[in-house]
């Protein structure tokens, strides 16, 4: 996992990982990136080739003023793809 979508980093009560005979794992990504270069490369490419294959669809850009219009765009179930609410 790289960041916390939410903002703020979660809690994880330790007796978990002991209960459910779980590992956690900090890991550092710059100290991984300098001291394993060879395994960042290849997780870049892996990473940009998925990036390639996967074809995104977007059915309509919106600006945030017409988030409504949009919102009942989806709700109706008329969109084929993504809508995009731009600011």
């Avoid at 988030?67 to 995009?84: D, E, F, L």
Wanted: aromatic share 10%.
């Amino acid at each position: 996992m790289v960041g916390f979508a939410s903002g703020s980093i979660p809690k994880i009560p330790v007796n978990l990982a002991l209960v459910k005979g779980c590992s956690i794992i900090g890991v550092f990504w710059g100290t991984f990136t300098q001291k394993q270069p060879k395994y960042f490369s290849a997780n870049m490419h892996e990473l940009m080739k998925w990036y390639m294959e996967v074809k995104v669809v977007v059915d309509e850009v919106f600006p945030l003023s017409n988030t409504v219009n949009a919102i009942k765009k989806v709700m109706s179930r008329k969109v084929m793809g993504k809508v995009i609410i731009k600011g």
